[in-house]
């Protein structure tokens, strides 16, 4: 029945759509039923999905994918821009709930040389598989076939960099939708058997700042080290700007937020959805980052306010639903995996490359081999590199200021990082999925909600989607 109704809502939207297109009328209109039709048929592939025990975010990716310009083109470029604002507010919320989860106890405690660490190999060695192979097989490679061995350096120093990027977003969905954390949530774990959800996502978190910080660093050598005209001039500074104004700008909501909150006891979700929407439009307006900003606002409201943090975070969780469904159906329509064309082989060597690294870079961590380094755990050794290979939202703003710092290979580079992307984000959360399972990391509870027939867990999870603060929305 469940395949049989995503069939109609495809066949139905299809109808609706021609309908309206024929008529005419304003682009918002078309968005709108756009939106909703998108939306019914992305939880009814997160629900098939979950029934083959795959995470449902997979599902809304798919049903995006396949209602989008990509394939079956029943939602279109136009209506995707002007959907833009909701996905980047839905963005804003996820990243929002990832940093109201974060505290600064990993980088006080003994955890600190776990974490570091991890990060140091889950950063470095991609980064240096990359840019070697990439500088290797330069006269061969699409983007610098045919330019000099400067500017293949500078390609190669941006791929790596784009390889160090993992998607603390896009961990955060998956570890919630299976209740990963729910043993863990108040900063338990240590990183090892029991904490390895959470130590995977204080490094995904990690991992986003400092790869922000090596995108700068890359783009303010890549001036000096390219032929004249390659990079434009003040990249680096453009990235700083970004980076660093989201973090402010973030901050400061958060800190907004408190005040608010301190004088709001009830409509919690209100104030998280004024907010997302100041969010969207700062990101329309300025080009800042949303998950920047909402790891930032997070973060800050649980630091500095925990006592309303708490309150947010219950918040969050009753809306988690909607929000889930919301942006990654949109994300799955802007996947672009046709712009492989004819470069997919290497595109599929860079993706190979940098899941190599990830497996090389935490065994590097673990000392070697499972177990070697007392600092990091076997089963993070073993198995923690598959909860790394998501990439998401913040990679693909990183694809963007590479694409304007890089005038010669704009539209080519680009095209490739966000195919590359693409593929990340579809087997980024099956392989963490496998991971959580796999260390026991999923509890009990979340077993029994994911398996077949438990219709009554549903009804309650679309029951609490639509009840939020206490009142009916």
Avoid at 35 to 48: D, E, P, S
Avoid at 240 to 262: E, H, K, N
């Amino acid at each position: 029945m469940q395949w049989l109704m995503l069939v109609v809502t495809f066949v139905v939207m299809a109808l609706l759509q021609r309908v309206a297109r024929g008529a005419g009328g304003p682009l918002e209109a078309h968005a709108t039923l756009a939106l909703g039709c998108l939306t019914l048929a992305a939880y009814l592939a997160g629900t098939i999905a979950q029934r083959y025990r795959l995470p449902r975010i997979v599902g809304y990716l798919v049903a995006g994918f396949a209602l989008g310009p990509a394939w079956l083109r029943l939602v279109r470029g136009p209506e995707l821009e002007a959907l833009a604002a909701i996905s980047s507010g839905a963005l804003t919320l996820i990243a929002f709930a990832v940093g109201n989860e974060l505290s600064l106890d990993p980088l006080r405690s003994e955890r600190r040389t776990t974490v570091l660490r991890i990060v140091a190999g889950a950063m470095a060695v991609p980064f240096a598989a990359v840019a070697l192979v990439v500088l290797s097989v330069s006269p061969w490679f699409p983007l610098t076939a045919h330019q000099p061995f400067r500017d293949a350096l500078v390609v190669a120093l941006a791929l790596g960099s784009m390889a160090a990027v993992s998607s603390p977003t896009l961990t955060w969905a998956v570890i919630s939708d299976v209740g990963a954390m729910r043993g863990e949530l108040g900063g338990g774990g240590g990183g090892g058997r029991a904490g390895l959800s959470r130590t995977t996502l204080d490094v995904s978190v990690l991992q986003a700042l400092a790869a922000g910080v090596l995108l700068v660093v890359v783009l303010a050598i890549a001036l000096p080290i390219g032929s004249r005209g390659t990079v434009t001039p003040g990249a680096a500074a453009h990235a700083l700007l970004i980076l660093a104004g989201s973090i402010v700008a973030g901050t400061l909501l958060a800190l907004a937020a408190a005040q608010y909150l301190r004088v709001i006891q009830d409509r919690v979700v209100w104030v998280l959805v004024i907010l997302s929407f100041i969010v969207s439009q700062l990101v329309r307006l300025t080009g800042l980052d949303a998950v920047l900003i909402g790891l930032a606002a997070g973060c800050t409201l649980r630091n500095a306010a925990p006592e309303h943090s708490e309150r947010v975070r219950a918040a969050l969780q009753r809306c988690a639903m909607p929000v889930y469904v919301v942006f990654f159906s949109v994300a799955g329509s802007n996947l672009q995996l046709d712009a492989l064309g004819d470069i997919w082989p290497w595109a599929l060597l860079l993706v190979g490359l940098r899941i190599t690294g990830l497996w090389g870079g935490l065994r590097w961590a673990g000392g070697g081999g499972a177990g070697r380094h007392p600092a990091v755990p076997a089963d993070w050794v073993n198995y923690g590199w598959l909860g790394l290979v998501s990439q998401g939202g913040l990679a693909i703003t990183f694809a963007a200021v590479l694409r304007q710092a890089f005038p010669e290979w704009n539209v080519s580079l680009e095209a490739l990082l966000v195919a590359m992307i693409g593929v990340h984000e579809l087997a980024g959360p099956i392989c963490l999925q496998w991971v959580l399972r796999r260390t026991g990391a999923v509890t009990g509870e979340a077993h029994a909600r994911e398996m077949p027939g438990t219709a009554e867990n549903a009804v309650g999870n679309t029951r609490d989607s639509v009840v939020a603060g206490g009142n009916r929305v």
